[in-house]
């Protein structure tokens, strides 16, 4: 992963990186920075690249790379699969030689669409005076824009700084439509910058990314975008969303009202023939997560491979489903030597909900009691005892009970509202820029504070002081937007039945690198650390996409149940317990952050703790 960072200036005037755009780009790539200045034909343009890497692939690679005719790569990205590339190999070299090796613009495309893995990038292309530069389809990673007029010049970057004043909302998000092209010749005679876009298709060129008004709202300031004329698309290797609704509606074995149980799943296991659906996404999964985990650095001297006590790999955990499943198959592809660090954030309950926490102990039988019990017992026991650090603590139990020879680090991390608002203040609300709502608060900051990963762990019936050194951060970002998840898919289905959930799901999918993907990537980099997405493989993603709804989510059954149907079935084929029918409980919720500051707000208010003084 990288910190990437391109101005492309016209005039003279010496506009230079915002330092403190520039420190965090140097949090996001610690291992290696490096500035280049190349500039075209006749003093006409001026291309200022700096890119930082965290060194994660291979043997470390410094950027920005050029090569021997003059062409210039910044890439933030991994490449799990479409090229081959070997441990010791660095898969920034590889793409590198691989566009170097580019005649025309077909070329570059056919590359580009090969890519599996995530990516944003800026290349510069030396013969013709192009500079192309873009994110994948799902924008797993960041890039952001912004054209200074007084300046005359454009800024391409991982991160930005949220600024006072009327240059506060001139940075926004690159639309992950497709890639885009400057021809630098024509920018120079013009003095205007236009995007030549090339945007996502299906194989036979259904075009997914179509150029609209809705997706041109983050376009800079005058700047135009236009289609490229020659028609090329970038080609996904994903298929089509499966969009077929049944025929017949099958009667439910379950109340909608019922208190599902483990044993549902397995008598739905066996009444529906799914074997063979669970065994495929299981194997689909199990991949995506080996390629996560395993694609590591090779051979550094600098930085020596993680001692025995030390994990590579962290999953953002709160014992829901989704992170549970993820915890399952890292420790099939993780040697067995090795810690899994489970990093579970809670910020800290109001006042008014601990003062009435007893003064001694629950007894024994009170800790055998039912599920419920136990939930209200604990949380009246610390401040700290928020839903996801229960159901935290118990999917804890239920990784030790599957693979007990394991050292699994359940890391406590802690937030109180003092320290929530000092690193909002200082850093997050940076990250989070441009996005700019209650949720994008409420998750930036919880993200933020997980992965950091500093807290405590328990052993031995004693706590110390704890930080994640793992440089890989597992979550679980896609599973609800396959797989009907949230609230809003349930009421879809009663409102519009399969027809509208099928419509419901394909605009999530369409939706997601503007709502979640960017800023979480900018959040979790701040740490030097690097996120990734197993339910947004693309294999997972065509797996899911190739089966009819019904066979994903049954959302006549209760919840618990019916929403991630396939995905709980999964679970209990790996061994999972209770975690499998845990109902979906949002990130802001279980980690108490909503509401913490101001119980009156709605997600989607604009949301005044962001601005900076």
């Known amino acids: 992963m990288c910190g990437i960072f391109c101005l492309l200036r016209l005039s003279p005037t010496q506009l230079k990186c915002d330092k ?20 075209g034909a006749d003093l006409l343009y001026q291309c200022v690249f700096s890119a930082h890497v965290l060194h994660m692939r291979g043997l470390l690679t410094p950027q920005p790379v050029q090569d021997s005719t003059g062409n210039v790569l910044v890439w933030n990205g991994e490449i799990f699969g479409g090229l081959p590339v070997r441990p010791e ?16 613009a077909s070329e570059i495309l056919s590359v580009l669409s090969s890519v599996q893995g995530p990516w944003a990038f ?22 952001l824009w912004k054209f200074d007029v007084e300046g005359n010049a454009l800024t391409l970057t991982s991160v930005a700084a949220h600024a006072s004043g009327p240059d506060q909302s001139l940075w926004q998000e690159v639309p992950a439509v497709g890639v885009y092209r400057i021809d630098l010749k024509a920018l120079a005679e013009t003095g205007s910058v236009t995007f030549e ?23 800079p300031g005058h700047c135009t975008a236009i289609m490229n004329q020659s028609g090329l698309v970038l080609t996904s290797a994903m298929c089509p969303l499966n969009m077929s609704v049944p025929k017949l509606i099958s009667d439910t074995e379950l109340h909608p009202n019922s208190h ?15 074997k063979n659906e669970v065994k495929s996404l299981v194997d689909v999964l199990s991949e995506a997560v080996r390629r996560r985990v ?19 790999v962290a999953i953002l955990f709160s014992g829901g489903i989704d992170s549970m499943i993820l915890a399952a198959l890292a420790d099939r592809h993780i040697p067995a030597h090795q810690p899994i660090d489970l990093l579970n954030v809670a910020f800290k309950l109001q006042d008014r909900v601990t003062q009435k926490a007893p003064t001694k102990r629950p007894n024994k039988h009170k800790n055998k009691s039912t599920g419920c019990s136990v939930a209200v017992d604990s949380q009246l026991s610390s401040p700290f005892d928020v839903p996801d650090r229960i159901t935290g603590k118990a999917g804890l139990k239920e990784l030790q009970d599957l693979n007990p020879e394991r050292r699994w680090n359940f890391v406590e991390i802690n937030v109180t509202q003092e320290e929530l608002q000092k690193m909002r203040q200082e850093c997050i609300s ?4 441009p996005l700019d709502t209650v949720l994008d608060d409420s998750i930036g900051c919880a993200v933020w504070f997980a992965a950091r990963g500093a807290g405590f762990i328990t052993g031995d019936n004693e706590q110390r002081l704890f930080t994640s050194s793992a440089k890989v951060i597992l979550t679980g970002i896609g599973a609800d937007e396959q797989l009907a998840g949230y609230s809003r898919h349930r009421v879809r289905f009663k409102t519009s039945g399969y027809e509208g959930l099928i419509q419901e799901l394909a605009m999530e999918l369409g939706r997601i690198s503007s709502r979640n993907l960017g800023r979480d990537d900018r959040v979790i980099g701040d740490h030097g650390k690097e996120a990734r997405f197993p339910y947004l493989d693309e294999d997972v993603v065509s797996y899911l996409n190739s089966l009819p709804v019904w066979e994903k989510a049954d959302l ?41 500051e101001n119980s009156h707000e709605k997600a989607s208010d604009k949301c005044k703790r962001l601005l900076t003084e």
Request: hydrophobic fraction near 35%; proline fraction near 7%.
């Open 20 to 39: 403190t755009v520039y420190e965090y780009l140097k949090r996001r790539g610690p291992n290696s920075s490096q500035d280049l200045t190349v500039t």
């Open 89 to 104: 190999e660095n898969d920034t070299n590889i793409l590198a030689q691989q566009l170097s090796a580019c005649n025309n």
């Open 122 to 143: 800026v290349y510069y292309q030396q013969a013709g005076d192009y500079l192309w530069f873009g994110r994948d389809f799902f924008g797993r990673r960041s890039l």
């Open 197 to 219: 876009i090339y945007p996502w298709a299906h194989k036979g060129n259904e075009i997914l990314s179509p150029c609209n008004e809705t997706k041109w709202e983050s376009l």
């Open 260 to 274: 599902p149980s483990v044993e549902d799943l397995q008598q739905l296991l066996a009444s529906r023939e799914q």
């Open 294 to 312: 395993q694609c590591l650095p090779f051979g550094v001297r600098d930085n020596p491979p993680p001692t025995d006590g030390q994990a590579t």
């Open 430 to 433: 940076h990250l989070v820029h």
């Open 556 to 596: 006549s059954l209760p919840r618990g149940v019916g929403e991630k149907l396939l995905l709980r079935l999964t679970a209990k084929e790996l061994g999972l317990g209770p975690s499998a029918v845990l109902p979906k409980r949002a990130m802001q919720f279980g980690s108490r952050i909503a509401k913490l």
